[in-house]
């Protein structure tokens, strides 16, 4: 049985679509007045000699950038959506119709969703049980979906009893990106006792007792399992072509440990030593939007301006606010960490180099998936106008200002004659 294995995505755009005078941010910088085509669900064109049909939908982008669809490896902000309060539960297939209008308003066009599989005694969306249910609704439902909804399984290494459903899940290739997490007290997010209770405290409702339970239960489990079962997953993974990330790294000895693996991603590295050694392997880092957008981690651990500053941090995840996707982008070259083009590729090319998906999504150039969003960033705050996945417009908003030729934030990045794209393609 392969019922979870389902390649449907939305619909692409039967009409050819032109993008006028926008600005386009590349890898090289950022290009203005340019004339980008979109036809059966392809970019076709980016500027030059042009010809598209007759009877293409024109679209005036004067002012406007023009950038791949954000490719969001990490959020759980889909149990935000099923479970707004607690006990509150809403209907699966309602909180994911409504989170997918949200992620296209955020520019988000491949969302990967985080289902995870680790004991709580409170949270019943994070059980084996209720994560393989998510995940066959929304396998079910894709189709249905206007952007590219996927799955991130994420295993709580001490929850021996969800193994059995973990390896049908990966089995049946129900994951498109599958990663390991231990938050038993002492190590990786949480280094004392007082603030793994603080924590799940706050996040789970618990008592102070139901924590130190909790902590107790993990660090006991812990203590019991060797690696092995880490090891059968990874093993499965990297038969089925499964990407696979850590999370919480914090030390050099466990990034060697997860590279010896296969794994190629770390995710919120809590020290930037750890950091530093995944890049020097070869590694993604990913750091949090919402960390980068304040300045700093709500948990005192690693900065994700430091990592960037320091040239240890490659991707950007929106942990748990999709909104902040675009604005940590923006923040990073606000604060003088990237030009503008280079910043965008932290939430488009490099994420989607991190999963195998680089060349065909996260990218603005000829032949591509047309997963792009329009921003408007002369007011306060940069905002998502237009978001089309597949050549097809499922996000418009109104614009602010009509009368601008080039944004302000445009005019201070790294911006090439539109008469050099030749250069480029």
Sequence with gaps: MREYHNTNNPPANTRDVLL?????????GIFRDVTVWLSGGLIVGIGGELRPSENSDRIDGTGLLLSPGFVDLHSDAIEKEIRPRPGGNFPLEVALTELDKRLAACGITTMYHCLCFGESETNELRTAEKADAIARTLRRMEPHLTVRNRIHVRFEVSDIGSMPTLRRLLDERGADLFSIMDHTPGQGQFTDLAHFKTYYSQAEHLTGDQAEKLAATR??????????????????????????????????EKVNWIHEMGIGVSEFPVRLQAAREARRLGMEVLMGAPNILRGGSLTGNLSGQEALREGACTVIGSDYAPMTMLHAAYQVFKSGLLPLHEALLLVTRNPARAVGLDGKHG????????????IDDSGLVPRIVKTFVGGREVFSAPRLRRDENKSPQMENCHVVDSDRLANVY
């Excluded at 690696?227 to 093993?235: C, N, P, S």
Aim: negative net charge; hydrophobic residues 45%.
């Design 219 to 252: 660090i006991a489990t812990r203590d019991s399992l060797g690696d092995e079962h880490i090891r059968e997953l990874a093993a499965i993974c990297r038969l089925r072509g499964i990407p696979m990330a850590s999370h919480d790294d914090d030390t050099v």
């Design 363 to 374: 990218a603005l150039r000829q032949g591509a998936v047309a997963d792009l969003v329009l």
């Design 20 to 28: 006028e005078n926008v600005g386009v941010a590349l890898p090289e």
